[in-house]
C-alpha cells in the first residue's frame, strides 16, 4: 500500500509547528503558528487538507493500470 502524506503548513511562512490560539482548545479552534504567529482556521485547513487527500488518492486510483 502507498502511503501519501500530508502537512499542515502556515500559509504565511511555512512553518509545520502549531500552538493552541486558546487555553483549552476544542478541534475546530484556530491554531497559531508557532514561528510567525499567523493564526489559521482549523476547521478550513482541515476542509482543505481532505480535499487535497482525496484528490491524490484518486489520482492514483486512476493512473493504476
Known amino acids: 500500500m502507498t502511503q501519501i502524506k500530508v502537512t499542515l503548513k502556515c500559509p504565511s511562512c511555512g512553518s509545520t509547528k502549531f500552538k493552541a490560539a486558546t487555553a483549552k482548545p476544542r478541534p475546530n479552534d484556530p491554531v497559531v503558528c ?18 487535497e487527500a ?12
Open 54 to 65: 482525496r484528490a491524490a488518492v484518486e489520482a492514483r486510483l486512476r493512473d493504476k493500470p
Open 34 to 51: 508557532a514561528q510567525c504567529g499567523a493564526t489559521l482556521d482549523l476547521a478550513a485547513e482541515k476542509k482543505r487538507l481532505e480535499d
